[in-house]
C-alpha cells in the first residue's frame, strides 16, 4: 500500500519558566493512504501535540515529516499550498472551534476563499449547500444560523464539513467524539466512516476511547509520555496486546457485555497518574505505574522490538 | 428496604422567551437506603434538571409546575429555608460534571475545604481540629500528598485530582445520599476506573445511598443496582441493572445500547434519526414517537409507566396493551 505520510522520529520540546517539556520525544510512524491510523492514549501523553505538527501549527523540534514523499516539517505557513489544502483538521471541542457569531455559511465558506476553489459569491452558497448536504445536514435549515444555535454533534459535523470543503486527503480527527453522548458519538462515526468510503479519505484518529477504536481503526499506535509504546494492526493489537500500558488502558474499559469481558486481558489495575512531561522517569517511562517493572527498566531505556508483521513493542519483558 | 428519596409526578418548566420549556413531564424516581441508582439518557434530556430539583438549587427561571419531592418525610418543595439548608448541609452532596468550574480558581484548595467543613459541621473546637479532619478527609479520597495538595489552587492540579477533591467536598456534607452528575465524563479511561473504584468503596463504607448520572453506559453497568432511563423528560423504562442489559423494552433503551461502541467490533449504530423533540411544544404523547421505529397510532397518547414485574417498569404501548 501506499504510504501517505511518514513520521520520523519526530520531536517537539516547549520551552517554559518551569523547564522543558518534552511533549513528543521521537515518535515514529507511517499512514498509509485510504486507511484509519489511530493515536491513543491518556491526556498528555502527546497525542494532540503531534496532531498538530502534522497539520502545521508549529515546527517540529526535531525529526522529519513527510508527505507523498515531500518534507514538510516546517510550520504551514511555509509549506506548499496545495500541500497545506490536503490536509485538514477537525478539533475535539466544536463549541469553540467555530466562531459562535459567525453565519454556518462564512464559516465553512472561509476556506474556499482563502483557496481559491470559487470564481464568485454566487457559488459559495451552491458549494456550502453541497457540503452541508454531504454530512446530512439540511442546507436550508443551516446555512444562516449560528453556531451558538446548535447543538454538540451538529456544531461537529459543521466542523466536518470545514474540514471538508477544500477536498483534503488526510484528515487529523482530534478526539472528534469525546465531547459527545453515545447516540451523538454513533451519528458523528457513521458520518465519518461514509465520508471516508465516498471521498477516498486517511484519517490519523487521536482519542483514548478504545472501544471507538476497535471498530473503526485498521492499526493503533498506543503513546505514553511522548513515546510510542506499542504500534499494530487493531486486531492483533486487541488480542495480543504486549505492553503493560496497552494491558492497562484495555482492562479499564467499561464494557456492557459478557462477550467484551471475556475479550479483556488480564486485570490490570490502574493505579497513579501520568508523570509530568517536565520530569520523565529515568528508564522506562512507565515503570512508576507499570505492575511487572523490574530493576533494569528503572535505568535502561527498552527499544522497539518487532514481535510480527507490524507489531512494535517497546518493552524489557516482550521477547 | 426503606425509601430515602421519592419523587412523585414531577414536573419541571423553564421560562425563555420563546415560551415555557416544559422539562420534566411526571417524572417519579425512588431511591432506597444504601441503593445505588443509575440515570441514563442522551444530553438535554434532563437529567441534571431532576437531580438540581432535589437540592433545589434549579436556576431562577425555573419553575416547579407540580410534583413533590421526599426526603426522609419531609416535602421538600415545601421546606423552609431552614429545613433545605439543613438537608444541603447535613444529608445530599452532589459531585458537579465540571470539577473545573465547580473549584473556585482564586482560592486555594485548603480554604475552600475549610469553608465547606464549616459550614457542615459544628463540632470543630479548634483550628488544629480542623486541619487534622482535612487531612483525613483528603486521605479518604486517596490523595496522599495532602500538604502539596492544601496548598494548591484548583488549575495546578490534573483533573483526576480535581475530581478527589470535588468528591471530598461532597463527602463532607453527605450522610445520607450522593448525586454524581457525569463524576467522570472528562477523565481518562485509566483515572476513570480510579474514580468509579473510589467512589464504590466510599459508598460502602459510610453506607451512603447514591444516584449516578452519565452517559457512559459501561460504567453504570458496573457500579449499580437499577437503571432509570430518560428521554426528553420522561422517565420510559427502569429496572434492574441486569434487565436493563439483558433484555431491554423500551425501544429508546434499545437504541441508547446499540450506540455503544462494542469491543468485539461490528458496531454499528441504526435507526438514528433526528433529534430530541422541542421542549416547548413537546409532542402530547410519547415523546419518543417522532424517532421510534415502532410507533403507531397508539403513541398519540401518553402512556403510564406500566409495572411489568416486580423490578421492571416501561411507558410505551407495546408492553400491556390495554391497561394504560
Known amino acids: ?319 | 428496604m426503606e425509601s430515602l428519596l421519592r419523587v412523585e409526578d414531577l414536573n419541571v418548566r423553564y421560562k425563555s422567551y420563546r415560551g415555557e420549556l416544559k422539562v420534566l413531564d411526571d417524572v417519579s424516581f425512588e431511591v432506597k437506603v444504601r441503593e445505588k441508582v443509575g440515570l441514563i439518557g442522551e444530553s438535554g434530556c434532563g437529567k441534571t434538571t431532576l437531580l438540581k430539583s432535589i437540592l433545589r438549587i434549579l436556576p431562577p427561571n425555573s419553575i416547579i409546575y407540580k410534583g413533590k419531592i421526599f426526603f426522609k418525610n419531609i416535602e421538600i418543595i415545601k421546606a423552609n429555608k431552614n429545613e433545605i439548608f439543613k438537608i444541603r448541609r447535613e444529608n445530599i452532596g452532589m459531585i458537579f460534571q465540571d470539577p473545573m468550574s465547580t473549584l473556585n480558581p482564586f482560592f486555594k484548595v485548603k480554604d475552600q475545604l475549610y469553608d465547606a467543613l464549616r459550614y457542615s459541621v459544628h463540632n470543630i473546637k479548634s483550628q488544629q481540629d480542623l486541619q487534622q479532619m482535612i487531612i483525613k478527609l483528603l486521605k479518604e479520597v486517596a490523595l496522599s500528598d495532602s500538604e502539596r495538595i492544601l496548598e494548591s489552587y484548583p488549575f495546578e492540579l490534573s483533573g483526576g485530582m480535581r475530581q478527589r477533591v470535588c468528591i471530598a467536598l461532597a463527602l463532607t456534607r453527605s450522610n445520607d445520599l450522593l448525586l454524581a452528575d457525569e463524576p467522570t465524563t472528562n477523565l481518562d479511561v485509566t483515572i476513570q476506573e480510579q474514580i468509579l473504584n473510589l467512589l464504590r468503596e466510599l459508598v460502602n463504607k459510610r453506607g451512603l445511598s447514591i444516584v449516578l448520572v452519565s452517559h457512559a453506559l459501561g460504567m453504570v453497568k458496573e457500579f449499580v443496582d437499577k437503571i432509570y432511563v430518560m428521554y426528553a423528560g420522561q422517565i420510559v423504562e427502569t429496572a434492574s441493572t441486569d434487565k436493563i442489559f439483558s433484555e431491554p423494552l423500551h425501544p429508546y433503551t434499545k437504541l441508547l445500547l446499540s450506540a455503544v461502541p462494542r469491543l468485539t467490533g461490528r458496531w454499528k449504530a441504526e435507526g438514528l434519526i433526528g433529534r430530541l423533540p422541542d421542549y416547548v411544544n413537546p409532542p402530547p404523547g410519547c415523546r419518543f414517537y417522532m424517532r421510534c421505529q415502532q410507533s403507531n397510532s397508539n403513541c398519540k397518547i401518553k402512556p403510564k409507566l406500566l409495572k411489568l414485574n416486580k423490578d421492571h417498569s416501561v411507558a410505551c404501548w407495546l408492553y400491556g396493551d390495554e391497561e394504560h
Open chain 1, 1 to 319: 500500500m501506499n504510504e501517505l505520510l511518514v513520521v520520523k522520529n519526530l520531536k517537539k520540546y516547549f520551552k517554559t519558566k518551569f523547564g522543558l517539556v518534552k511533549a513528543v520525544d521521537g515518535i515514529t510512524f507511517h499512514i498509509n493512504e485510504g486507511e484509519t491510523f489511530a493515536l491513543v492514549g491518556e491526556s498528555g501523553s502527546g497525542k494532540s501535540t503531534t496532531g498538530h505538527m502534522i497539520v502545521g501549527m508549529y515546527a517540529p523540534t526535531s525529526g522529519e515529516i513527510y508527505y507523498k514523499m515531500n518534507n514538510i516539517s516546517v510550520h504551514a505557513s511555509k509549506r506548499p499550498k496545495n500541500i497545506t489544502r490536503e490536509i485538514q483538521v477537525v478539533f475535539q471541542d466544536p463549541a469553540s472551534s467555530l466562531n459562535p457569531s459567525r453565519y454556518i455559511k462564512d464559516i465553512i465558506g472561509t476556506p474556499l476563499k482563502v483557496y481559491n476553489l470559487i470564481r464568485n459569491s454566487t457559488e459559495v452558497e451552491q458549494k456550502v449547500a453541497d457540503l452541508l448536504e454531504n454530512v446530512e445536514l439540511p442546507p436550508e435549515l443551516y446555512m444562516y444560523r449560528k453556531p451558538r444555535e446548535l447543538g454538540g454533534g451538529e456544531l461537529q459535523a459543521i466542523a466536518i464539513a470545514r474540514a471538508l470543503s477544500t477536498n483534503p486527503k488526510l484528515i487529523i480527527l482530534d478526539e472528534p467524539t469525546s465531547a459527545l453522548d453515545v447516540i451523538t458519538q454513533a451519528k458523528i462515526i457513521n458520518l465519518l466512516l461514509n465520508l471516508q468510503k465516498k471521498h477516498n479519505l486517511t484519517y490519523l484518529f487521536i482519542t483514548h476511547d478504545l472501544a471507538v477504536v476497535r471498530n473503526i481503526a485498521s492499526r493503533v499506535a498506543v503513546m505514553y509520555l511522548g513515546k510510542i509504546v506499542e504500534t499494530a494492526p487493531t486486531i492483533e493489537l486487541f488480542n495480543h496486546c504486549r505492553h503493560p500500558y496497552s494491558m492497562m488502558l484495555f482492562s479499564s474499559i467499561p464494557v456492557i457485555s459478557e462477550d467484551e469481558k471475556n475479550l479483556k486481558p488480564k486485570k490490570i489495575t490502574s493505579i497513579g497518574e501520568i508523570p509530568s512531561s517536565l520530569s520523565i522517569p529515568p528508564g522506562c517511562r512507565f515503570h512508576t505505574r507499570c505492575p511487572y517493572a523490574e530493576a533494569r527498566c528503572k535505568v535502561e531505556e527498552p527499544s522497539l522490538k518487532h514481535i510480527n508483521s507490524g507489531h512494535i513493542v517497546a518493552c524489557h519483558l516482550a521477547e
